[in-house]
């Protein structure tokens, strides 16, 4: 959905990654982009909550070294 523009990209660094995408992508004469929700991608969710616990290690651990 961040792709086709529905829900805003907040981070900075991912704001630029999605520019650059949707000007690749603009290059190609057909690209179909479609949602696929957790319960059916589990990896992929499991994968996005690691990163996600890491950076909040990382954070909390800035504030108490």
Known sequence: NQMRGVFAV???ALQRLNARA??????????????VG?????????L???AVESEERSVTGRFFE
């Open 22 to 35: 949707r000007k690749l992508v603009a290059h190609l004469p057909k690209v179909v982009f479609s949602h």
């Open 48 to 50: 996005a909550q690691e």
């Open 10 to 12: 907040r981070d900075a």
């Open 38 to 46: 957790r319960r059916h991608n589990r990896l992929a969710d499991a």
